[in-house]
């Protein structure tokens, strides 16, 4: 009864490699499947965002009783999703079925979580809300977008002009630590 954006990081990229490795196209199918499953039930129209989570039954406290969605765009949980779909796809054969969803997916997501990066480089922990007392700027997040930024360009799901973003996220990580 629900579905967490996490889940698409656990499991989509090994059961993506599993298919490739037993030449199983169900396990394709299914990573496709879930992660367009998911940006229906999680997708925010107004900000490209996605959800934490969804509770098909409403009934959850953190679930929205209207929509089933959590109230917040949690980084961490946000920052996977690229992540987990590249790694999918790069097991994903070109041309297969609804492997250019998951393109479209990435570039999309990315394209609305550039927009709130801090200019420092970095995200907030709750993506959209970097002005609320108690929210900090989340290292480990920023690594991912980081990372799936610099992947999107070089598997050229984005074009170069986004790079510098991955960079000064990583910039922004480095400083961190000094």
């Known amino acids: 009864e629900q579905m967490w954006l996490d889940g ?28 367009k499953l998911m940006e229906e039930k999680t997708r925010d129209d107004k900000t490209g965002l996605w959800y934490h989570a969804w509770d098909s039954v409403k009934e959850r406290p953190w679930a929205d009783p209207v929509t089933g969605r959590s109230a917040e765009f949690w980084g961490r949980s946000i920052g996977g ?10 097991c994903i054969p070109e041309g297969f079925t609804g492997r250019g969803e998951l393109v479209r997916m990435v570039r999309e997501l990315l394209l609305a979580v550039i927009k709130y990066q801090d200019t420092g480089g970095l995200w907030y922990q709750v993506v959209d809300k970097g002005e609320t007392a108690g929210n900090w700027l989340e290292t480990s997040c920023s690594c991912l977008f980081a990372a799936a930024i610099a992947k999107a360009v070089r598997t050229k799901i984005l074009d170069t ?9 990583f910039e922004g990580v480095i400083d961190t630590l000094r």
């Open 8 to 35: 698409l990081y656990m499991a989509g990229p090994f059961t993506a490699l599993y298919g490739r490795t037993f030449e199983d196209k169900n396990c394709f199918e299914s990573c496709i499947f879930q992660a």
């Open 161 to 169: 002009r986004y790079l510098p973003f991955a960079i000064k996220a």
């Open 81 to 90: 999703v690229p992540v987990a779909l590249l790694d999918g796809l790069d």
